[in-house]
């Protein structure tokens, strides 16, 4: 995680508060460290994988490179990614335990409320709408069936703005 606060009280050791996120079953928690705390470096790699298919309940990727492929199963990711695009799979001892799409992406606006007509890119409300991933996510009213718009996947998926 980011986030990190150093705190140093007028008595006693400094010490790290922080979140920490466990790869493996996905849960957050907030830990408290003092000063001089050690920690085991984990064999973790970091690949760029191409999203190729979904085979029944798992993912597949493939490395470019070596044309090696990796399952993983479902997970946060899997609304924002679409076939062909490049994700960051963090694998350790040689398990897939995170996949990171990028930080903006692509989506084709599958279904919405049509856009009435005087709506303009500088106002008229806001309307939730389907994307091909299934994501749903609020946008502008003059967003259309068919219109692709990209979206943060950083922040759990808000509308940036129209694609051209």
Same mark, same amino acid.
């Given at each position: 995680?980011?986030?990190?606060? %150093?705190? %140093?009280?007028?008595? *006693? ?15 957050? $928690?907030? =830990?408290? !460290? ?9 064999? +973790? ?8 298919? $979904? ?6 990727? &493939?490395? &470019? =490179?070596? !044309?090696?492929?990796?399952?993983? /199963? /479902? ?5 924002? #990614?679409?076939?062909? &695009?490049?994700?960051? +799979? ?10 990171? /799409? ?5 989506? =084709?606006?599958? &279904? ?27 946008? /502008?009213?003059? #967003?259309? +069936? *068919?219109? $692709? #718009? +990209? ?14």
């Amino acid at each position: 995680m980011k986030e990190f606060q %150093h705190v %140093h009280p007028g008595r *006693g050791a400094s010490f790290c508060r922080t979140k920490v996120r466990n790869y493996l079953t996905g849960n957050t $928690k907030e =830990e408290t !460290f003092r000063n001089g705390t050690t920690f085991d470096v984990p064999n +973790i790699t970091n690949l760029e994988m191409q999203y190729t298919y $979904k085979d029944e309940e798992q993912y597949v990727f &493939m490395d &470019m =490179e070596t !044309f090696e492929e990796c399952r993983c /199963p /479902p997970g946060d990711f899997e609304k924002f #990614i679409t076939e062909g &695009m490049n994700c960051q +799979i963090l694998q350790w001892d040689g398990k897939v335990i995170g996949v990171e /799409p990028p930080e903006k992406v692509t989506l =084709e606006v599958t &279904m919405c409320d049509p856009g009435l007509k005087g709506n303009t890119a500088s106002g008229g409300g806001d309307k939730p709408a389907t994307c091909s991933t299934g994501l749903t996510v609020t946008v /502008p009213a003059f #967003i259309n +069936i *068919g219109d $692709k #718009i +990209i979206v943060s996947t950083v922040d759990g998926g808000s509308y940036k703005e129209r694609a051209k």
